[in-house]
């Protein structure tokens, strides 16, 4: 059966489309965003994460690990093959191994669990990443299930994907919340580590498609958070006809991840200020694009 | 919608301030100190040296009227209603004829001094403190209603209930039962006069040759006596009123005090004939019913459904505004929060909040299965949202039918007030009472008593509080061959013992056989409480107001009452599945630990280091293991299920002291309205096996463990719909706690009807939400171990509170306090 590397799914996910969701997280992605708050969710492979205020300090990693790596290090140190022994001999939980393979009646079993609360909000199933075109076959594959299910489908996608993989996913999708991070080439090679103009395609391809698509951005004060970026993608909007934004507020909830990766958090953004907030709304207005803070 | 509903909904607009009167009598409340008040207990000392040889029925019929005639009554500056319990506001009169005992003792200083107190401290005076001692506890000593307890208790259940602990049943023992819904529309439609000439024409029917019905001529004496007592008490607040109207400068206030005056010269003795009367008239049976039964959770039923007619009469001819109409409400709810009841400490900490569990329903559906919600619905909401009191306690049913404008509303008070009203499902409730005998008429009326208990209107005499059976007691006592580590009793002994268990099996059937034989105990103990009470503590009053009794000549606990069922608020049901299930994973099915390994963790309190794993890992194992309920995984799920159920189909069979004579009913029936008692009863419970330390909280109600709920709220209700809550017709008490951030905007509200609509489709119960506040955010960030489960909107997201960065964290916090 065909097996796709999941992260997480949260349930009663309620800002990743409407009502009460159940959000599938697929691993991968091709971006590095520098504020990305999933770390975890980036490379393709397992991921071992480490929280030492949940270590009692007993060293059954240490016993466990077949290379002798050190409390603290697994996951990251040299000679480590993430096996995950490590983690499965902890027995308090301070190491965790995100990215499991899983079956799509697997992740199944746990959607169907909500489907009362689908119906009762007008909620569904939210495919999120990483970048869940990166597993474009599993995706479909799962969207198919999720629509026989009857559940409404949305898909979160940065759109960094060949447009043939990303056409048969959108195909099956009622809502895409689509990403556009920057219009600015260049700020965005530099901060997300790829070209944007593969993503500016594919919103064009999708949108002539007539799928229904809500774009998104991460509002970031000191990099996209400005005028004329919020203009040139208002512009742009307007002329593919999409009519919904959601703005998204920085937000550093992701920086304890980091630690548990063992990693530093570099990035300095800012929250922009309500002023800015309320005059970008404003501005896709005049554009006849309605414009909601947060999701 | 009518447009009086309209103009209804807008008095819960935060832009409406309570009116300068309401505001003013909410000042002096929290101004004022509880206190203890000696007058009650002196006249009734009195009142019973002057009746001694009498029966007790008669005996205290007329301790009531001397207490009405004698004790002091007063009206409020600014209010609407007269009637009080004690000689000042926030006062608890005491009822020395029920314990006397902790009485001496506390007023002593053991363990505390009452004004002294760590929590519901009580200020006394010396005089009173004096009084007290001399001319009160003399008389009553080994004449009380628990020395009677105490001397018909059998010695193996006294030593299963209070050595043991098994069962915690002391507050019954010291204390009145109460937990009913008096019949306020019988004395609102007919009045007082109406049920004193039932009673007559009843004692006038009796052929005094026959047995039985010479049996009945006390109880119907009494309770002429106790009817003719209230109409005496109505009739000096109707003089005093009018006195004060005669004092009275103010002109509106002078108006108001003679219109109060009139009311209580008309009301409770006829039937009311306006808004203003009915609502009066409740008090006059309420506070009689308090003073006599010394019980709590005496509460006042569909006050939407009842009291309608008379708002739409008195609207429609003119008489009342809506203004007028919402500050004789809110002086209603001013008046149930002033009462105050005195518990010995030991309950108090069970009972902490001096709760008096006065609840008042609103909503769910008519007899015809239409939507019951009404301006009166509204109105009350309004009254809890702007006053932010805890009593009465607001109970909100909800149907198919219920509308989301509704529910909106009333999402919006428990986001305003923390954690009232509670939400309770009719598809669950009206099947649940069905099935043990209501008729569908009644079960389709109910309401709430207490704080979930379900109840018909007037045909109950109480009862639905009782003792607190520990589930989490008995499963440590199962792995220890039934010996108790405590007190190193033995009370149920088995041959086998963690270490000596050859399967689960093994576990599951000494678990059982503990759960059998406390359960026995519970119940001798309930019946002789019982006993006791109808014969130290009849309630000739109270039996006048409830339905059947006096077409009975039967007092309440001679089995006068129309129904009647005797509750018990199981603890720690998940405490027992959680150690229950974690044992079958780790040690039988993923053989992680041996039985002895666990046997000596779980003896020293995990706390030996020196083994391997150490009793910290073996502690962390436990914890960690996915075998918990509330994560909607079904092996901890339906272990709490089937514990439920086997629990249920075993207390059932057993009766009560009324069975076969008369009421529907006179069976034992299950509930989990545990109160705090969690904290108490978890005392006496060593180390468990989901790796909670010994002497720390059990689990409440149904709820799920404080650290063990991973998957979110939805993941919680699928496992609370997995419960047979409709075997649970005592009640079943479920708490979602739920940060303001989550909720603060309209998609949150939403969301959050939306999630109470999906569990109560899938058959879940009852459902209590804690709006948590800034302040318990703070307490998580310093002890975060404590607050794993708290659940916060972070930004466009919801994550766990704790597993955020301090600066998160703090900004939070911050947003918290802005949004309250």
Same mark, same amino acid.
């Given at each position: 059966m065909e097996k796709g590397k999941i992260f997480d799914i949260q349930r009663y996910s309620t800002h990743d489309g409407p009502g009460i969701r159940t959000v599938v997280f697929l691993k991968g992605c091709p971006l590095r965003c520098a504020w990305c708050s999933n770390p975890e969710s980036q490379k393709p492979g397992m991921t071992i994460m480490f929280q030492p205020s949940r270590c009692i300090g007993c060293k059954k990693c240490e016993q466990a690990c077949p290379n002798g790596i050190k409390l603290g290090e697994q996951g990251v140190a040299e000679g480590c093959t993430l096996c995950g022994d490590c983690a499965r001999a902890c027995p308090s939980g301070a190491l965790e191994i995100k990215g499991e393979e899983k079956t799509i009646a697997e992740i199944m079993d746990e959607v169907d669990r909500d489907a009362s609360f689908y119906n009762s909000s007008g909620g569904g199933v939210t495919i999120s990443g990483g970048e869940p075109l990166m597993q474009a076959d599993f995706a479909v594959a799962l969207a198919d299930e999720v629509k026989r299910s009857g559940y409404h489908l949305a898909i979160e996608t940065t759109g960094f994907a060949p447009w043939e993989n990303a056409r048969q996913v959108f195909e099956k999708i009622d809502l895409i919340l689509y990403d556009v991070k920057h219009m600015d080439d260049a700020m965005h090679k530099e901060y997300t580590g790829v070209s944007n103009s593969l993503i500016l395609e594919n919103l064009e391809k999708a949108a002539k498609e007539g799928f229904h698509i809500i774009v998104r951005v991460p509002l970031i004060k000191g990099f996209n958070a400005t005028d004329e970026n919020m203009g040139a993608l208002a512009d742009k909007m307007k002329e593919l006809g999409l009519r919904e934004i959601d703005l998204l507020p920085y937000h550093t909830f992701g920086e304890s991840k980091y630690k548990q990766m063992r990693r530093e958090y570099t990035f300095k953004g800012e929250k922009p200020p309500q002023e800015d907030l309320d005059r970008f709304v404003a501005m896709f207005k005049e554009k006849g694009i309605t414009a909601s803070i947060g999701g | 919608? *009518?447009?009086?509903?309209?103009?209804?909904?807008?008095?819960?607009?935060?832009?409406?301030?309570?009116?300068? !009167?309401?505001?003013?009598? !909410?000042?002096?409340?929290?101004?004022?100190?509880?206190?203890?008040?000696?007058?009650?207990?002196?006249?009734?000392? @009195?009142?019973?040296?002057?009746?001694?040889?009498?029966?007790?029925?008669?005996?205290?019929?007329?301790?009531?009227?001397?207490?009405?005639?004698?004790?002091?009554?007063?009206?409020?500056?600014?209010?609407?209603?007269?009637?009080?319990?004690?000689?000042?506001?926030?006062?608890?009169?005491?009822?020395?004829?029920?314990?006397?005992?902790?009485?001496?003792?506390?007023?002593?200083?053991? #363990?505390?001094?009452?004004?002294? !107190?760590? /929590?519901?401290?009580?200020?006394?005076?010396?005089?009173?403190?004096?009084?007290?001692?001399?001319?009160?506890? #003399?008389?009553?000593?080994?004449?009380?209603?628990?020395?009677?307890?105490? %001397?018909?208790?059998?010695?193996?259940?006294?030593?299963?209930?209070?050595?043991?602990?098994?069962?915690?049943?002391?507050?019954?023992m010291t204390s009145g039962d109460g937990h009913t819904i008096p019949d306020y529309i019988k004395v609102i439609d007919k009045g007082m006069n109406a049920i004193i000439k039932e009673a007559e024409d009843k004692l006038n029917s009796l052929d005094m040759t026959n047995p039985d019905d010479l049996s009945q001529v006390p109880f119907l004496q009494a309770v002429i006596i106790a009817q003719n007592a209230v109409l005496k008490f109505a009739a000096r607040y109707a003089d005093k009123l009018t006195e004060m109207a005669k004092a009275e400068k103010d002109a509106q206030r002078k108006a108001e005090l003679t219109e109060m005056a009139d009311i209580c010269r008309h009301v409770p /003795?006829?039937?009311?004939?306006?808004?203003?009367?009915?609502?009066?008239?409740?008090?006059?049976?309420?506070?009689?019913? @308090?003073?006599? %039964?010394?019980?709590?959770?005496?509460?006042?039923?569909?006050?939407? &459904?009842?009291?309608?007619?008379?708002?739409?009469?008195?609207?429609?001819?003119?008489?009342?505004?809506?203004?007028?109409?919402?500050?004789?409400?809110?002086?209603?709810?001013?008046?149930?929060?002033?009462? =105050?009841?005195?518990?010995d400490w030991d309950n108090t900490v069970a009972f902490v909040g001096n709760p008096l569990f006065q609840n008042l329903t609103i909503g769910g559906q008519t007899l015809n299965g239409m939507d019951a919600v009404n301006e009166i619905s509204y109105l009350s909401l309004a009254c809890t949202k702007k006053l932010k009191m805890t009593q009465p306690t607001l109970t909100v049913r909800w149907y198919r039918g219920t509308s989301d404008i509704f529910m909106k509303e009333a999402v919006k008070v428990v986001r305003t007030v923390g954690s009232l009203p509670a939400f309770f499902n009719d598809e669950v409730i009206i099947p649940a009472m069905l099935n043990i005998g209501y008729s569908y008429e009644?079960?389709?009326?109910?309401?709430?008593?207490?704080?979930?208990?379900?109840?018909?209107?007037?045909?109950?005499? /109480?009862?639905?509080?009782?003792?607190?059976?520990?589930?989490?007691?008995w499963v440590e006592l199962a792995l220890n061959g039934g010996k108790d580590p405590r007190t190193g009793l033995t009370m149920c002994p088995h041959d086998k013992q963690l270490g000596t268990f050859e399967s689960f099996?093994?576990?599951?059937?000494?678990?059982?056989? &503990?759960?059998?034989?406390?359960?026995?105990h519970h119940v001798i103990a309930g019946n002789v409480v019982d006993t006791s009470w109808g014969q130290i503590t009849p309630n000739p009053f109270l039996s006048s107001v409830i339905q059947n009794c006096i077409q009975r000549g039967k007092e309440i606990k001679d089995g006068g009452a129309k129904y009647d069922f005797t509750g018990g608020q199981s603890v720690g049901i998940v405490s027992a599945a959680n150690a229950l299930c974690t044992i079958k994973k780790v040690v039988f099915d993923d053989k992680v630990l041996t039985q002895d390994q666990l046997k000596h963790a779980l003896d020293t309190d995990f706390e030996d280091m020196d083994t391997n794993p150490s009793g910290e890992e073996i502690r962390q194992i436990l914890l960690k293991s996915d075998s918990k309920f509330g994560n909607d995984n079904d092996e901890p799920d339906l272990m709490a299920a089937g514990i439920m159920k086997y629990w249920s189909d075993h207390?059932? @069979?057993?009766?009560?002291?009324?069975?076969?004579?008369?009421?529907?009913?006179?069976?034992?029936?299950?509930?989990?309205?545990?109160?705090?008692?969690?904290?108490?009863?978890?005392?006496?419970?060593? =180390?468990?096996?989901?790796?909670?330390?010994?002497?720390?909280?059990?689990?409440?109600?149904? %709820?799920?463990?404080?650290?063990?709920?991973?998957?979110?709220?939805?993941?919680?209700?699928?496992?609370?719909?997995?419960? #047979?809550?409709?075997?649970? #017709?005592?009640?079943?008490?479920?708490?979602?706690?739920?940060?303001?951030?989550?909720?603060?905007?309209?998609?949150?509200?939403?969301?959050?009807?939306?999630?109470?609509?999906?569990?109560?489709?899938?058959?879940?119960?009852?459902?209590?939400?804690?709006?948590?506040?800034?302040?318990?955010?703070?307490?998580? *960030?310093?002890?975060?171990?404590q607050y794993t489960d708290l659940i916060v909107r972070v930004a466009g997201y919801s994550g766990y509170f704790v597993d955020l960065c301090p600066d998160v964290q703090n900004d939070i916090i911050a947003r918290t306090e802005h949004t309250l």
């Open positions: - | 919608m *009518k447009s009086m509903v309209r103009d209804c909904i807008e008095y819960l607009d935060d832009s409406v301030k309570l009116t300068p !009167r309401i505001e003013k009598m !909410r000042d002096v409340f929290f101004n004022t100190e509880l206190s203890i008040c000696h007058e009650r207990a002196v006249i009734w000392t @009195q009142s019973h040296k002057e009746t001694e040889g009498e029966p007790m029925v008669l005996r205290r019929a007329k301790a009531l009227d001397k207490l009405l005639t004698e004790m002091t009554i007063y009206i409020k500056e600014g209010d609407l209603l007269a009637g009080n319990l004690a000689s000042v506001p926030r006062a608890a009169p005491i009822f020395p004829e029920f314990a006397v005992n902790w009485v001496e003792r506390e007023l002593g200083g053991d #363990p505390y001094p009452f004004g002294a !107190r760590p /929590g519901d401290s009580y200020q006394v005076t010396d005089e009173s403190k004096q009084i007290l001692l001399d001319d009160v506890i #003399p008389y009553w000593r080994h004449n009380t209603h628990e020395d009677r307890v105490m %001397s018909l208790l059998p010695e193996e259940t006294r030593k299963a209930c209070r050595e043991v602990k098994g069962t915690e049943e002391d507050w019954v /003795g006829e039937p009311a004939r306006t808004f203003h009367e009915a609502i009066q008239t409740m008090f006059f049976v309420n506070i009689p019913v @308090q003073l006599e %039964s010394n019980g709590h959770s005496i509460s006042f039923g569909r006050v939407d &459904q009842y009291l309608y007619p008379f708002f739409q009469k008195d609207m429609d001819e003119g008489r009342l505004t809506i203004e007028k109409a919402y500050e004789i409400m809110a002086c209603m709810w001013l008046k149930v929060t002033e009462f =105050a009841k005195l518990r009644d079960a389709v009326n109910y309401a709430m008593v207490g704080c979930v208990e379900p109840a018909p209107h007037g045909q109950i005499g /109480g009862r639905y509080g009782a003792g607190f059976p520990n589930h989490a007691k099996g093994d576990v599951m059937e000494a678990f059982h056989k &503990q759960l059998k034989y406390f359960l026995r207390k059932m @069979q057993y009766k009560n002291t009324r069975y076969g004579k008369g009421p529907i009913g006179g069976k034992f029936i299950p509930s989990t309205a545990t109160v705090a008692s969690h904290v108490l009863t978890g005392q006496i419970v060593g =180390a468990t096996a989901d790796g909670r330390k010994a002497g720390t909280p059990i689990t409440e109600g149904t %709820s799920a463990f404080h650290d063990t709920e991973k998957k979110g709220p939805t993941a919680l209700m699928n496992s609370y719909a997995k419960l #047979p809550n409709v075997l649970m #017709p005592g009640g079943q008490l479920f708490n979602v706690k739920i940060t303001p951030s989550a909720v603060d905007t309209d998609k949150g509200l939403d969301n959050w009807i939306s999630l109470v609509k999906g569990a109560f489709e899938k058959k879940a119960m009852q459902l209590q939400f804690n709006i948590v506040s800034g302040e318990t955010l703070k307490k998580a *960030k310093k002890d975060p171990k």
